[in-house]
Structures are given as structure tokens and as C-alpha cells.
């Protein structure tokens, strides 16, 4: 069964786009109102509406981002992060920690290499990460031991 992971935020950052969006449109439309009696108020009310509409193109990316393309994936048999680059797996054989803190969750691998688990925000769905790869981690290196073991020793062991 594979359990995934996305983060929240997705209706707060689709909500600020669209406010911020409203708001360089009414800054536009008092710069054309205002056009006539003063140019340099049009000017200012103009770069106005233009940094708000960047302000919002961005939170709706975010939005876009946390909705369709950021999420961690356990399965059976690895980690499976998803990001701009695709996806990427670690087996869970691979890895040896999941770092958890105030702004980030992290997967190390045996190398000493870290990866920024974007699906996962804030440390408590951090911590239910952590503990949900243990947990298949533990279970998988228990499948592998069962397998490794010889044909009499299974039986011995399923007798007790």
C-alpha cells in the first residue's frame, strides 16, 4: 500500500493569489482613472499594480506547486520524493535517518547525502513521516531477513 504525503497551504496560497490579483487589478484601474489629472499618481498606482500582480502570479504558483507536484510517496519498498525534477527513490536500505525540524523534514541516505522532503511541511506531519519510514523500514528489513534465512530455518521459525 503506498501512503503519501502532501503539504497543506494549498487554499491559503490560492486565496492570497487571488486577493492579490483583485487588488492589482483595482490599483489599474485607479491608475487609469487617475491618468488624466495627475501622471505621476497613474505612474505610482501603475508600479503598484505591477508588483502586486508578481505577488500573485507567485502565490498561485505556490498553490499550483503544493496541489499537483510536491508530495513524498512510501510504498513497499522505498521513499519516493516528487519535485519540479521528476521523481526520485531511496530505498529504504539506502537510507540511515529522517531529520526532522521547525522548518524542514530531510531523508539522509548511507552516503551522508540529504534531500529536502518538500512534501512534508511543519514538524508534525514531519514526525508522522519519520515514523511512518521506520516503521516500513523495520518491516522491510524483517521481509529480507525471512527471505535470507534457509528453508529449515524458516519452518523453525513459523513453528516457534
Same mark, same amino acid.
Given at each position: 500500500?503506498?501512503?503519501?504525503?502532501?503539504?497543506?497551504?494549498?487554499?491559503?496560497?490560492?486565496?492570497?493569489?487571488?486577493?492579490?490579483?483583485?487588488?492589482?487589478?483595482?490599483?489599474?484601474?485607479?491608475?487609469?482613472?487617475?491618468?488624466?489629472?495627475? @501622471?505621476?499618481?497613474?505612474?505610482?498606482?501603475?508600479?503598484?499594480?505591477?508588483?502586486?500582480?508578481?505577488?500573485?502570479?507567485?502565490?498561485?504558483?505556490?498553490?499550483?506547486?503544493?496541489? &499537483?507536484?510536491?508530495?513524498?510517496?512510501?510504498?513497499?519498498?522505498?521513499?519516493?520524493?516528487?519535485?519540479?525534477?521528476?521523481?526520485?527513490?531511496?530505498p529504504y536500505a539506502e537510507l540511515s535517518a529522517v531529520e526532522v525540524s521547525a522548518?524542514?523534514?530531510?531523508?539522509?541516505?548511507?552516503?551522508?547525502?540529504? &534531500?529536502?522532503?518538500?512534501?512534508?511541511?511543519?514538524?508534525?506531519?514531519?514526525?508522522?513521516?519519520?515514523?511512518?519510514?521506520?516503521?516500513?523500514?523495520?518491516?522491510?528489513?524483517?521481509?529480507?531477513?525471512?527471505?535470507?534465512? @534457509?528453508?529449515?530455518?524458516?519452518?523453525?521459525?513459523?513453528?516457534?
Amino acid at each position: 500500500m503506498t501512503e503519501r504525503f502532501q503539504p497543506g497551504g494549498v487554499t491559503h496560497a490560492l486565496v492570497s493569489g487571488l486577493v492579490e490579483l483583485a487588488l492589482a487589478s483595482a490599483l489599474l484601474a485607479g491608475s487609469l482613472a487617475t491618468a488624466d489629472q495627475s @501622471p505621476q499618481a497613474a505612474t505610482s498606482l501603475s508600479a503598484a499594480s505591477l508588483l502586486w500582480a508578481v505577488l500573485a502570479v507567485a502565490s498561485l504558483a505556490v498553490a499550483w506547486l503544493r496541489a &499537483r507536484v510536491l508530495a513524498a510517496e512510501l510504498d513497499d519498498e522505498a521513499v519516493v520524493l516528487h519535485g519540479l525534477g521528476g521523481a526520485r527513490r531511496f530505498p529504504y536500505a539506502e537510507l540511515s535517518a529522517v531529520e526532522v525540524s521547525a522548518r524542514r523534514t530531510r531523508v539522509v541516505a548511507r552516503d551522508g547525502t540529504t &534531500r529536502v522532503v518538500r512534501g512534508v511541511r511543519g514538524p508534525a506531519q514531519g514526525n508522522r513521516f519519520r515514523a511512518r519510514v521506520l516503521a516500513r523500514a523495520k518491516a522491510a528489513v524483517a521481509a529480507a531477513e525471512v527471505d535470507t534465512l @534457509p528453508v529449515d530455518q524458516r519452518e523453525r521459525n513459523r513453528d516457534g
